[in-house]
């Protein structure tokens, strides 16, 4: 990919990005209101949805434009490690919101109050329409890259949990039964909570720097250990620095004869072009220090 082509597809992310948030932060207003005129929690609910995955949307937006940034001498990896950072406060939020939810719907169902469902499908209806053009504006870009991605999955869920409330809406005006509303709300809680749950264990995970998930450490171990003149590897370590950035560094220790016959160089791409090209998760950004057996003596006590 040229850095033009590159530069164009960013572009053309932000551009998406941009629309879709301007779609969800017009939604999350009418929400608002439309949840304190017609007292619906379903409604209520879908607002916080809405309005976790406009932060969501902002981080991305965010994201798509800092990531042109160069490093430098104090950010050395710029600012990638931000949109970690955000995504652990959004999902935090997120998860908080949906467990009060579950909370409140509950108590709903035990003592339900009025909720007008002829006022409350109008807003409804507006809702699943504004979610639906989010998603029209993120459908084309979705396989640019990770944030265009989980900003697709973002608003496809909010149209969603749209649909509940226009469902519930129908319920009260038809039936006048008032416990749709909450059951609703219940329904767009068991959406937010997992989901919610499992973005706050993948960033905790980038910030623990965990080996990334789908990559077996023991398995590349044991693929590094089975290189012609490699005699052991130790302070092996895979971590991710952002979305798609994992990085590794190893010590690895060759016969002596490496290093007197000028064959480290090779031995140094073998061990990176193994690392990128072998695994689920390509490693392209890795670093080897490469040590004689004499070495052991003078190196530190290794970790694993």
């Known amino acids: 990919m040229t850095h033009e ?30 949840a304190a005129v017609t007292g619906s929690l379903a409604l209520l609910v879908d607002a916080g949805h809405v309005l976790a995955d406009a932060g969501g949307l902002a981080v991305a937006l965010t994201a798509t434009r800092v990531a042109r940034r ?87 869920s909010d149209a969603v949990g749209a649909l509940g409330v226009v469902v519930a809406a129908v319920v009260l005006a038809t039936t006048g039964w008032e416990r749709a509303d909450a059951v609703a709300a219940i329904l767009i809680g068991i959406l937010i909570v997992p989901r919610a749950a499992l973005l706050l264990r993948d960033t905790v995970d980038v910030l623990l720097e965990s080996t990334p998930a ?46 007197t016959t000028g064959h480290t160089r090779e031995m140094l791409d073998r061990l990176q072009a193994c690392v990128a090209e072998h695994f689920a998760v390509r490693i392209e950004h890795s670093t080897f220090q490469l040590e004689p057996a004499a070495h052991r003596e003078h190196e530190h006590t290794p970790h694993a």
């Open 214 to 259: 789908g990559l077996d450490l023991d398995e590349l171990r044991r693929h590094l250990l089975e290189q012609t003149h490699v005699l052991g590897v130790h302070d092996l370590h895979v971590t991710t620095v952002s979305s798609g950035l994992p990085v590794l560094t190893a010590h690895v220790i060759l016969e002596d004869d490496c290093f």
């Open 70 to 156: 160069p490093a430098t001498a104090r950010h050395t990896w710029g600012f990638a490690r931000a949109e970690v950072l955000a995504a652990t406060a959004q999902a935090a939020v997120l998860l908080g919101i949906g467990l009060f939810v579950l909370v409140e719907a509950i108590a709903r169902l035990i003592a339900p109050p009025h909720v007008d469902g002829v006022l409350l499908l109008p807003f409804g209806v507006l809702a699943l329409l504004a979610d639906a053009a989010a998603v029209a504006a993120l459908a084309g870009g979705r396989a640019a890259g990770l944030n265009l991605r989980a900003a697709f999955l973002e608003v496809v």
């Open 5 to 34: 082509h590159g530069h164009r597809t960013a572009t053309a992310s932000a551009r998406r990005l941009t629309v879709a948030l301007g779609i969800t932060v017009v939604l999350l207003l009418v929400e608002v209101v439309g």
